[in-house]
């Protein structure tokens, strides 16, 4: 029993960190796609977990720097592995780096924020002055 419920303890951890992960692809969406939904998940969940494979993995580094150089976020932690895959073409097994990067809000977080969303607001103003 004790056992079972380590395990379900365990299901739930995961379970929260998949609802802020974000798996970067260096294929499908723009750099800035990534930046601001990373932004999005830190207001809803405080951290923010940013995974990727392989040739994305200097798209989800850009990312986390660019995210750590604005002052939004600090690094919590970095994990690297290997994944086990199947080539697609050839079918053999090969073997992917991953990353896993951890962000967490920083202490300005919510100003700088907030102040990017009043610029937002003050900028169409100045354009239908002109």
């Known amino acids: 029993m004790e ?3 380590e395990r379900v303890a365990n299901l739930a951890l995961n ?7 974000i798996q970067v692809s260096n294929t ?3 750099l800035f796609f990534y930046v601001n939904l990373a932004k999005r998940y830190m207001q809803q969940h405080e951290e923010v977990e940013l995974s990727a494979l392989g040739m994305a993995i200097a798209t989800v580094v850009t990312v986390a720097e660019i995210l ?5 976020a600090v690094e919590k932690r970095i994990l690297t592995s290997t994944v086990d895959m199947r080539d697609e073409a050839r079918g053999w097994p090969i073997q992917k780096a991953k990353v896993e990067i951890i962000l967490v809000k ?3 977080f919510d100003e700088l924020m907030a102040a990017a969303a009043e610029e937002r607001e003050v900028a169409p103003e100045v354009e239908d002055q002109s």
Do not use: A, M, Y
């Not at 379970?15 to 992960?21: A, L, V």
């Not at 750590?68 to 939004?72: D, Q, T, V």
């Open 3 to 5: 056992e079972v419920t």
């Open 15 to 21: 379970d929260i960190h998949k609802k802020n992960r």
């Open 28 to 30: 499908k969406k723009p």
């Open 68 to 72: 750590k150089n604005n002052g939004l």
């Open 106 to 108: 920083s202490g300005q």
